[in-house]
Structure formats: structure tokens, C-alpha cells
């Protein structure tokens, strides 16, 4: 797809060579999605899963606090994580642990990609220089820099250090950098400080991007993995509210303190 | 690769920063520059904002983009002047509206305030609430202005937060809707960003000093550039239920050049542990 970039200057000028081109270098018949001034693909909007990929990412039956779902792993086949041996046993003990040890469920950052997916809304927006995706979930920040910034040797965040740039009409984000302390869902998958995640947007339809990620981790799984699911467009709001969660638990009456939320 | 700057030295850079030392701050800027104190810098600004004509994003508003820090003269602790304690640096206020730099408080409203002054945990900000308008903006270490078409995004460094500012015309929020980031509506007056907000939940701080707002609390927000690299903020304040009459702060905004600079994270919930100190009491 890289070999698409020079012809999509030509393209900016010329619009109807902007669609033989993009036809041309993408599946027949593909989505030709609305532009931005500089001609890249408009991926703004408020968008939203409607998967339970929050809950599992694998396919699973419902069980205490996770509805059933299909699972969301395109690569390996067969839907399953590829975990070293003693992962797939931390991830079970994790399971076990879910209702006080995920992350998400005591308000923590989700990470990434599971701020992609966690049941609450994200506003994607985009300029020539950089793309912003900000979520309702306790105030997420993704700030994604469409340039070769050099990263800070040896950060670590709890929402990763992200690049991006755009291939062909697909805005591909590589994030590193992560502290290892967050799930990628609320059934104990997880990951160490060592993950790479490279996530693709691909806007597939007018209501639809098409979300993957592939996951690499050395320290935690046998080799790299990748999910997919759509993305859909809200139409039924112009703006994102908030979800002030670990207030909202004070409210309640039960604020979350340190690794021990209190029952 | 950039090494990673020590966040406990930048925030000691950024207390630095906020401390009001006249001296300090005028050796690290332009001599002709507007003064930072708040009531020179005010009156200097809206002179200079007349004949400044400010760099345009691709849609003609002026472009605001880049990283910029607040220097508040120690408004982060206090909006009113004050001497300032154990670490705690002095405020020089940063009221300009009256001109006495106190925040016309109703008798009532004022004996509230000197009870929460009192009380510093029951800050919200102590709790890793969002600040707030017009808070957010005297909370240390900096934030990036992003533009999109019909946007003007704020991407604060601090929790992590953000204000997304419509300049398309909506209207505001159901009243019904109380929260604790209010609804911001922007519009560009001239060369000016105005945002107006609404729908607040009245439980923010307006500064650790128990300075506060109240549910009917309306602020008015105005941003312009005045030089590439100073931004005039003001922001009125008007509530009658707490105030004798509308306020007005202003301070400046001025830009990080840095290269290669981008924000670290600062995560403040997380791993929280302030809490059973404090006392979990809802804010």
C-alpha cells in the first residue's frame, strides 16, 4: 500500500483519478470514504463497539458479569490467545479475580486497545498533523502524532506512547511504552510492559470503521495476534458527555482506594 | 530517541513557574512582552490583541496550535492575593474585575469559602476530579491546543483531560444534564475564541484556597493571541447565587517551544491511595 502514497498526491488534484486509484489499490468495489482537506480518509465522528469484547475477547459463554459474545481474535483461527504457558495460567487466576482486580472495574485506565472497545463512546478527531481520539471512560486522552517524533527512552504509560501514519486510506497506529498493568478485558487477558500494539482504521462504510489490532509480546505470548471489529457511528448524539467513574463509586458510597477497592 | 524528562523535576519547573517572582519571569521573557502580573498583563493584552494579526488555520480562525503553559502568579493555590504558607507559593491574584482582586462574594457565600479554605481535602482536584472551567486552565504543567475543522480541542497534561469546544453553533445541553466537565459552546468573535459553558455539576473548586462555584454558575471564557507566543485568557465568572456580581480573571498564556516536547502522562486515580488519608467523603 505504501506505493500508493505518491499517487495520492496526484489524486488530490485530480479527483477522478483519486477513485480509479484507490479502486485500484484496494479490494474491488471498495468504500469510498469522505476526504478532508488533504485528501486523507475523514474518520471524525462519535463511534462506539457494540460487541462484548470488554468482557472477552475470546469467544465465550455468559458467565458472573459477562454476557456471552463471539469472540473478536481473527489470527490465530481458531479465536484463541496464543499465551506462554504460565500466562494462560496467570489469565485464569486473573478470571477468578475479575470483579476487584480489573483494572476497569476500579475505574483505572483501559489502555490500549481496550479504550477502543470499553462500552462508552469516543470522539475520533483528525488534522493534518495529528489525530486526537478523546472517550467518554473516565477522560481519555489518545494523542497520536502523525510524525517521526522520537519517543522518551524508556517511558511508560499507562495509555502508551502512539505514532501514526497513514497507509493508503488505513490510519495505522504503533503504540509502546505501556506500565504492564492493564487487562485487555475484563475476563484477565492481559499483557506485560512489552507490548507493541499496531491498530488499523479502516472506514469501510459510512457508519463503519474497521478496527484491528495486533498484539506482540514477547514476555507473555507465543507469537502475534490480531482482532477486528466494526466500529459504528453514533448518529443519535453530537457530543460526548462523561464518565467520571471512580467518583461516581465515591458517591456510591464505596471509593476505590489503591489496589483494594473496598466491597 | 529523547531522554525522558524527570516528572518530579518538571513539576518542580512547574511550581517554579506558577511561583509569582517578577524577577524570575522577566528574565525568561521578551523585555517588550506585557508584564505577567494579571492587571497589567490584562490592560497590556487588549491593547496589543488591537494590531496583532494572528497566525490562520486552513479555515481562516486564528491558529492557536501548540503547547502552552498558564502563568497564574500562584493561582493554581489562590485566585485572590495571598502570602502563601508551607508549600504553599504566594498568589499575586489573578482577579481583574473588581479592581480590589477579591471575588465579590455574597456574606454568605464568603463564610462558606473561609470554611472550605479550611477543609483542603475536600477539594475535588484532591480527588482527581476534572477542574472545571476555569480551572483547568491554572492547573500545572501544560496542555496542547489542537484544531480540527470546527473544533478547538484542549488536551490537558494534567489527568489526562480534555475540553472539546464546538465553534459550529450548538446550543447547550439539557439543563437536566449536571456534570462535572460543563458543556462548552465556543464561537470565534473576530479574532477571539469565545466558549461558553453550562450544565455544571457546582461541585468544583475554583482553586485549593475553597474559592468555589455553584450549580448556577456560568462562566464566559475569551482566548487571543496577542504576540505568536502569548495567548490573553480571561474568563468571567457570573453566579447570583453566590456573587454580588460578574468577576473577571485574566492571565497569560505562553507557548513551550521545546522541540521534540510532548506531554507525559499524568494519571491520578490510578494506584490512588490519598483517599483513606484524607477521608473518601464525595467532594
Known sequence: ?263 | MGSIPSHSLRALVATCLVAPVPSHAQEVVDPAACPFESSPFHVCALERAKTFDPPRTADGVPDFQGYWRGQSNGAAYDFEPSPGGFAVPASTGVVVDPSDKRIPYQPEALARRNELRTQGFLDPQAHCAPSGAPRKNFTNFGWRIVQPDGYVLFVYESMHDYRIIPTDGRSHLPEAIKLWHPDAVGRWEGDTLVVDYANMNGRNWLDMSGNFQSEHSRVVERYTMIDANTIHFEATVEDPTLYTRPWTLAIAFTRNTEANFYQLEYACHEGERDLQHIGAAAP
Not at chain 1, 496464543?82 to 472495574?105: G, K, L, S
Not at chain 1, 507490548?195 to 474497521?210: A, Y
Open chain 1, 1 to 263: 500500500m505504501t506505493n500508493a502514497r505518491p499517487a495520492r498526491l496526484v489524486t488530490a488534484v485530480i479527483a477522478m483519478t483519486v477513485i480509479s486509484i484507490s479502486i485500484a489499490s484496494a479490494q474491488p468495489g471498495a468504500y469510498e470514504p469522505p476526504r478532508l482537506r488533504d485528501g486523507k480518509p475523514d474518520l471524525q465522528g462519535i463511534w462506539q463497539v457494540r460487541n462484548t469484547a470488554n468482557w472477552d475477547l475470546e469467544h465465550h459463554a455468559g458467565s458472573y458479569g459477562i454476557p456471552a459474545g463471539l469472540g473478536v481474535v481473527i489470527d490465530p483461527a481458531d479465536g484463541a490467545i496464543p499465551y506462554q504457558p504460565w500466562a494462560a495460567e496467570r489469565q485464569q487466576q486473573n478470571f477468578n479475580e475479575r470483579e476487584t482486580e480489573d483494572p476497569v472495574a476500579k475505574c483505572y485506565i483501559a489502555g490500549v486497545p481496550r479504550t477502543m472497545y470499553v462500552p462508552h463512546p469516543l470522539q475520533i478527531f483528525q488534522t493534518p498533523a495529528e489525530v486526537v481520539i478523546l472517550s467518554e471512560y473516565v477522560h481519555t486522552t489518545r494523542w497520536i502524532p502523525l510524525t517521526t517524533l522520537p519517543r522518551y527512552e524508556g517511558y511508560e504509560s499507562w495509555i502508551g506512547d502512539s505514532r501514526g501514519r497513514w497507509d493508503g486510506d488505513t490510519l495505522v497506529i504503533e503504540t509502546v511504552g505501556f506500565n504492564g498493568q492493564t487487562w485487555l478485558d475484563h475476563s484477565g487477558n492481559f499483557h506485560s510492559s512489552a507490548l507493541r500494539v499496531v491498530e488499523r482504521l479502516t472506514r469501510t462504510e459510512p457508519d463503519v470503521i474497521s478496527y484491528e489490532a495486533t498484539l506482540e509480546d514477547p514476555n507473555v505470548f507465543t507469537r502475534p495476534w490480531t482482532i477486528r471489529m466494526p466500529l459504528y457511528l453514533h448518529r443519535d448524539r453530537d457530543r460526548l458527555l462523561e464518565n467520571e467513574c471512580y467518583l461516581y463509586a465515591e458517591d456510591a458510597g464505596r471509593p476505590i482506594i489503591g489496589q483494594h477497592p473496598e466491597p
